[in-house]
């Protein structure tokens, strides 16, 4: 009996796994030298392939091996198993077998880095065991490695979460020519890049939220003799938990091909030593320059104190960083083809503030790093702001992050681009909106024209990039009153761009986190678009049975409607408005006379059929097409998902219908 390509693509990874428990490499390494030994004698002949699996059965090893072997491990999905393998440096949530075959390279050096399984995630002692099918909050591990991103299977939340998985991680010198040579220990020892490690917590709703994010040293295998080392590691929380523990992850560690030589555990722990010295020593340097440069600042003017200049801001682990560090030159290949592309990207990813227990009012100080960011899937304005600001640059725009007031002296930052013809643009990196600056003259005659104010922006306290830090001295912080011409020195007080790149260039310090590459997606947009549409018309027809209302389907109305979302989302991207009068003009042909036409279009930034349709009725145009009563009422409605990096959606439902109106 043949199986399907998939089945057989899972027998072999259950048999590999299983032979891996049993250590079966190391037997038969026994074996055969046993084999050797005994062969060999004055009139030793060659030993061929039957000799050796002879000496194995005659071990017993074949019959251990077939009597241990039980087909319990749960298979791979249909659409798992179907999808092509992926790069290293996109999430390997695929099938495993595929991604060992195409990975592995004997001439590279890899890290295998297991994840033994985890404890004391107290937070979860009280949570019953889910039942078989039901649904469940679930964790999730993220790493990043040199360039390379991987993704762990969803496991139940628990205080002993079955986190049990294997990352294939290539370690390997960035340089010319240096790419195919192997990584020898003294070349390994002298890279100081972490493994990053993002725990995510998603509940039932789909909600996300981040339970830790760790940067592991991976330099502690180069002493081990057997080349493989077991450790535990604690995760400590983030935000105001920064201090708290949050669980503890069991992590085994292993060099392929292994190590011919060793260090001595005292050597890595020197070069830590000197590392953290190094850029401890740097980071005293910087804070001096910073202090003095502030104090400078004040001197220009008294009011330079209230002015929102932020040099330093914590990440997720209560670490105080240089805001320029946050920004970083970000290509994103071919993912994202323009930068309007990339506001529209940056702009689906959700808005939330950090967490806070408690009441006062006060917001929670949390920049996150991109990791963490992306891996949650929302964040802040400085995260988005930051992100869009990367991006753009990466576009090769002259981008700022501006940080600064909104309405209400709301604190705010957004992203600020400078043409070659001087002209300045603001983007918001929350909604993908740009405007264009036009600053007003105060010392203009009083009739005269001036521009009127376009943006929601009131002060700007001080803008800032990868390499570049200014802080407003003009008279006024007023957005409108602004000149953003950054070479005069009376208007914008400049940081030195040495002392910048001392702490913020990438590789200048060993506390910088590397910047993650994006993740293609995954996500099918037509199959999700069907299966959110098929959802929806369920619910609809339960809403209007609990109604006493029949409910029937017009699909060539359904069909019409796409033209008018794929229209709404291109307009998100460009700006520009297409395709209106066609979509018009279907509606009308399809429409007969005497019958009237409704529309309710709706834009989410999820996938969760009950909540999207639960917020349309809310609405009372909603409510009026889905409740609609009268004489020969077709319904419609369509949904169209677009699918961006990091598998975010942009998720657009229409729902419509059509009747005779009777007076």
Not at 164 to 187: N, P, Q, Y
Not at 373 to 387: I, P, S, V
Not at 465 to 486: G, I, M, R, Y
Not at 610 to 627: D, K, Y
Request: hydrophobic share 35%; net charge neutral.
């Amino acid at each position: 009996m043949s199986l399907p390509p998939e089945k057989a693509s899972e027998l072999k990874q259950i048999i590999h796994n299983h032979l891996r428990k049993m250590d079966i490499h190391g037997k038969i390494r026994e074996v055969l030298a046993d084999t050797v030994r005994d062969d060999q004698g004055p009139a030793h002949r060659s030993l061929s392939e039957a000799d050796f699996l002879r000496a194995l059965q005659c071990r017993g090893i074949i019959d251990d091996v077939m009597k241990d072997l039980h087909f319990t491990q749960e298979a791979a999905t249909d659409a798992e198993t179907r999808s092509p393998p992926k790069p290293a440096t996109h999430f390997v949530d695929k099938d495993v077998t595929h991604l060992k075959k195409s990975s592995i390279d004997p001439s590279r050096r890899c890290l295998y880095l297991q994840v033994l399984g985890g404890k004391a995630f107290l937070e979860h002692l009280q949570e019953p065991e889910p039942l078989p099918g039901q649904v469940c909050s679930t964790f999730t591990l993220y790493l990043h490695f040199r360039n390379q991103r991987f993704r762990s299977k969803p496991v139940p939340c628990a205080c002993e979460p079955n986190l049990e998985e294997g990352f294939l991680l290539e370690i390997h010198r960035d340089g010319i020519g240096e790419g195919s040579k192997m990584a020898d220990v003294t070349t390994m020892l002298s890279m100081c890049d972490p493994v990053h490690l993002v725990m995510i917590k998603t509940d039932t709703s789909s909600d996300t939220t981040l339970v830790s994010s760790y940067f592991l040293d991976w330099r502690t295998v180069l002493s081990s003799p057997s080349g493989k080392t077991c450790f535990a590691v604690e995760l400590m929380g983030v935000g105001s938990e920064c201090k708290v523990p949050a669980g503890v992850l069991t992590v085994s560690l292993e060099l392929y091909p292994p190590l011919t030589e060793t260090l001595s555990s005292d050597i890595i722990s020197t070069q830590q030593s000197l590392e953290r010295q190094r850029t401890a020593e740097k980071e005293r340097l910087f804070l001096v320059y910073a202090k003095q440069w502030w104090r400078e600042f004040l001197e220009i003017r008294p009011s330079h104190q209230s002015k929102m200049v932020k040099i330093f801001a914590q990440d997720e682990n209560g670490i105080s960083r240089p805001v320029c560090s946050y920004v970083r030159v970000l290509r994103a290949g071919r993912l994202l083809e323009s930068p309007r592309q990339a506001a529209r990207f940056v702009s689906l990813l959700a808005n939330e503030k950090a967490p806070v227990v408690g009441g006062g009012g006060g917001k929670q100080e949390q920049w996150c790093t991109l990791m963490a960011f992306l891996c949650r899937g929302k964040g802040d304005c400085e995260d988005h702001a930051t992100l869009l600001c990367s991006l753009l640059l990466g576009f090769g725009l002259d981008a700022y992050v501006c940080v600064g007031t909104k309405a209400k002296g709301v604190p705010h930052t957004w992203v600020l681009t400078r043409g070659t013809d001087g002209s300045i643009t603001f983007w918001e990196s929350l909604t993908a909106h740009r405007y264009l600056h036009k600053a007003i003259d105060p010392d203009a005659p009083a009739l005269a024209p001036q521009p009127k104010p376009s943006s929601p922006y009131r002060t700007v306290g001080c803008v800032f990039n990868h390499q570049t830090f200014l802080a407003n001295c003009q008279p006024s912080d007023a957005v409108e009153l602004c000149v953003f011409d950054f070479q005069n020195q009376s208007r914008w007080k400049a940081m030195s761009e040495e002392a910048l790149k001392s702490v913020c260039a990438p590789g200048s310090t060993t506390s910088l986190p590397l910047l993650p590459p994006l993740c293609a997606p995954s996500l099918d947009p037509a199959a999700s678009s069907n299966q959110l549409e098929l959802e929806m018309r369920y619910l609809v027809s339960e809403h209007r049975k609990d109604l006493e209302l029949a409910t029937v389907w017009d699909d060539h109305l359904s069909y019409l409607l796409s033209s008018a979302l794929s229209a709404y989302e291109l307009e998100r991207c460009t700006g520009v408005s297409c395709g209106n009068e066609e979509f018009q003009d279907a509606v009308r042909r399809a429409v007969p006379d005497g019958h009237t036409f409704k529309g309710f279009p709706i834009h989410f930034l999820h996938r969760n059929a009950r909540r999207a349709f639960a917020t349309c009725l809310r609405s009372p145009f909603c409510q009026e097409i889905v409740c609609c009563r009268g004489d020969h009422v077709r319904l419609a409605v369509r949904v169209r998902v677009f699918v961006y990096p990091e598998n975010t959606c942009a998720v657009w439902l229409m729902f419509a219908c059509k009747y005779r109106s009777v007076l």
